[in-house]
């Protein structure tokens, strides 16, 4: 998703993808400013060049090599000292990840802590979390030795019992809206608070809240993935009023009805209405 919304971005003349960017982003393909054009692109320019680690002989150094680790948030919790810098290799072979440290729980396979239990523990609503802050580096003779400083890990819920109803609930969506945290170290977060995910808060943003807010790309790289679907793509119902409807109260009442679709979100199969496609057209009917 990431790699298609990158270059229809880039695209001087799909003018379809840049009405669905002026719609989830506020904003227009012109915007020089701060977090405008360029910024969003290049979240998504990132995000597109990643690339698989190379496999090391033992997992543990596999995993030590990588910028960003996905994992399952609902692993198996370790008892409290059953985890140790002698048996480590040993345990990260394992179905377990976590084990309680203090008055958090210590990611003993990426050397990672968080303050409180797992999200998947706890029955939180969230479908995935980003966590940015590793543990110190060990003594370099430490089985714990030889992180990624720089290691970001994301976790996924558990989506054995979840009703998958909406696109957004599809795993890679919820993925590139971590990955943007990721790619951004946390410049792009969740605002506003308690009005950030879901397709009703991204479209009813604030311009200054959209390009900041991580659903709003990861909405971005769903419109461009739905749009490439094999069998015939959608895309975002457009506004525009056909000139044969020619009474203004008709046509401020289809207005108001198409801008409805739009701000639910409603997909249409996709007709490629591109700068280029109308010029190859039109070389067809040229007298």
Not at 15 to 30: A, G, I, L, P, R
Request: aromatic share 8%; charged share 30%.
């Amino acid at each position: 998703m990431a790699k298609r919304a990158s270059e229809r971005l880039k695209s001087a003349t799909d003018t379809d993808f840049e009405n669905v960017f002026e719609q989830v982003m506020k904003m227009k393909k012109s915007d020089n400013g701060d977090k405008g054009f360029a910024y969003v692109k290049g979240v998504f320019d990132d995000i597109a060049s990643w690339t698989k680690v190379t496999d090391e002989p033992h997992v543990f150094d596999t995993i030590k090599k990588a910028d960003i680790r996905i994992f399952c948030d609902n692993d198996k919790m370790a008892p409290v000292g059953t985890v140790t810098t002698r048996n480590l290799k040993e345990k990260v072979l394992g179905d377990e990840r976590w084990t309680p440290n203090g008055e958090g729980h210590w990611d003993f396979k990426n050397d990672m802590k968080i303050p409180d239990k797992p999200d998947c523990l706890v029955d939180r609503p969230a479908q995935a979390y980003t966590n940015l802050r590793p543990l110190p580096a060990p003594p370099s003779r430490n089985s714990r030795s030889g992180q990624n400083p720089q290691r970001i890990v994301i976790s996924n819920l558990d989506f054995n019992t979840r009703e998958i109803w909406k696109l957004s609930n599809l795993l890679s969506v919820t993925l590139l809206h971590e990955f943007v945290h990721a790619s951004t170290e946390g410049a792009v977060i969740d605002t506003p608070k308690g009005h950030c995910y879901g397709w009703d808060n991204v479209i009813n943003e604030r311009p200054e809240d959209a390009r900041r807010n991580a659903e709003n790309y990861a909405f971005l790289g769903l419109w461009a993935a739905v749009a490439d679907f094999s069998r015939g793509g959608y895309t975002m119902s457009r506004v525009q009023v056909p000139d044969a409807i020619t009474d203004p109260k008709e046509r401020a009442d289809k207005e108001k009805e198409m801008r409805q679709r739009t701000r639910r979100g409603r997909m249409i199969r996709y007709t490629d209405i591109t700068t280029r496609a109308i010029r190859s057209v039109a070389k067809f009917f040229k007298a």
